[in-house]
């Protein structure tokens, strides 16, 4: 009778025990020759054109695509390596507005073997292509402090050298949020042990081979996180909402970035993560989401696969070439009488000439999150606004309550593509 228990539980142990492919991993390097750097996977060049996410990993090979940046976690790993995809494994080196503190050698100790832990137990994974310790460790509040505490640059260098004993196979980066000349100093002089630097940028994408130049970072790179223009980057309303670029005129800067920086910047750039493979709300369920919520794609999708293939795919997204509020435009600072009949009206082509579908809705300003949207919700749409909302030209009511609101419409193509855009305005008596 005792042994059937114990029996159960080594059942059970075995279970909850994440099974690694038996597949040798993928020896990947970085060769620097005549000053230029390229990435080597088992001998062989291997350019980086990868996603943030771990969504659509189908249409994303499907349309060129060759890497993910995602977590350790096993089944992630098992459904990229099926597709012949890699991943950029992200380990969970914490940053210090998660609440890190790099003045406690405990803290840092279990950290560091936490870390540890997980890459002895994925180094072997055929589908990992490097390691990227934490994510904007960099990034702080700035109302709460006003630098980093260097410390955390002491425990990245230490974690990327013991990495390298115990697994020789796979680069180590870590992540920051843009760059400036102390970041780029305290990297040089506190973290000899990367073998490249990973960055997340958005507006000034353009500007980073210049400045990595500039600063004195001598390896290479890759960009991690990259896409439209950032909603800390663009005009404001007077009521300080920022202002977001339709889904056409984003499609036209993912093109022109990856085009003038990550394509160009032969010799130092290993390639890119663009953010972001499924639909994500922050300040926006559409700001930086490259699908909507049920899958559909923007034209900055169909950007990617031109970047990745050299082709454009068999039918297009519909292009959106503008909006109007009343004659106003988002960048005018909209104000409305609360309850008041508004009309609004999109200009929208399909390249194709498939009958568009439209849809609006009036959603209230949303909460902004202090990092990454973490957590934020969409706001609900407010209803009862608009009696017919399939149409080209817009006939509502503003909502009755005053405060900030957007109206964001969408146009469909029925062969799952999207195009979209939004106005803020303000509901004042």
Not at 18 to 24: F, I, N, Y
Not at 404 to 410: A, D, W
Request: some cysteine; overall charge neutral; charged content about 25%.
């Amino acid at each position: 009778m005792r042994i059937l228990p114990i029996a159960f539980l080594l059942l059970l142990l075995l279970a909850a025990r994440p099974v690694l492919p038996q597949d040798k991993p993928a020896r990947v390097r970085i060769e620097q020759k005549n000053g230029a750097f390229r990435l080597l996977r088992n001998g062989q060049p291997y350019f980086i054109m990868g996603a943030v996410g771990s969504d659509y990993l189908d249409k994303l090979k499907a349309y060129g695509g060759n890497s993910i940046r995602t977590n350790s976690k096993p089944e992630v790993l098992a459904k990229a390596h099926a597709l012949g995809l890699t991943a950029l494994v992200n380990l969970p080196v914490r940053a210090e507005r998660d609440g890190m503190n790099y003045d406690d050698p405990e803290s840092v100790r279990q950290q560091h073997e936490k870390v540890l832990g997980i890459v002895r137990n994925t180094k072997n994974h055929p589908a990992v292509l490097m390691w990227s310790l934490g994510n904007e460790l960099d990034f702080i509040q700035a109302n709460v402090k006003e630098h980093y505490n260097v410390k955390v640059w002491d425990a990245v260098n230490a974690l990327a050298k013991e990495i390298h004993r115990l697994d020789p196979n796979h680069p180590v980066m870590t992540v920051v949020g843009s760059i400036d000349q102390e970041k780029i100093t305290d990297l040089v002089t506190r973290c000899p042990e990367l073998d490249l630097l990973g960055v997340n940028e958005y507006g000034d994408l353009l500007r980073i081979p210049e400045w990595l130049r500039q600063y004195g970072w001598k390896k290479p790179y890759a960009v991690t996180e990259w896409g439209p223009t950032g909603f800390w980057q663009v005009p404001k309303t007077p009521w300080k909402a920022p202002v977001e670029e339709t889904s056409s005129t984003k499609a036209a800067k993912y093109r022109e970035r990856y085009e003038k920086t990550i394509a160009a910047d032969k010799g130092r750039c290993l390639g890119s993560y663009v953010f972001l493979w499924r639909q994500h709300q922050e300040r926006t369920h559409t700001w930086f989401g490259m699908f909507d919520a049920e899958g559909r794609e923007t034209e900055a999708v169909e950007v990617m696969h031109h970047a990745w293939t050299g082709k454009w795919p068999a039918n297009r997204v519909p292009q959106l070439d503008s909006v109007k509020l009343g004659r106003q435009t988002a960048y005018d600072g909209v104000y409305l009488a609360p309850a008041q009949a508004a009309t609004a009206e999109v200009w929208v082509r399909d390249p194709d000439g498939d009958p568009v579908q439209y849809h609006w809705e009036v959603l209230r300003e949303g909460t902004t999150f202090p990092y990454g949207g973490n957590g934020e919700p969409k706001p609900p749409s407010v209803p009862g606004l608009i009696g017919n909302p399939g149409v080209r030209q817009l006939s509502f009511q503003t909502p009755a309550e005053e405060g900030p609101y957007r109206l964001f419409v969408y146009a469909y193509d029925g062969h799952g593509h999207f195009a979209t855009a939004n106005i803020p305005f303000f509901v004042r008596r």
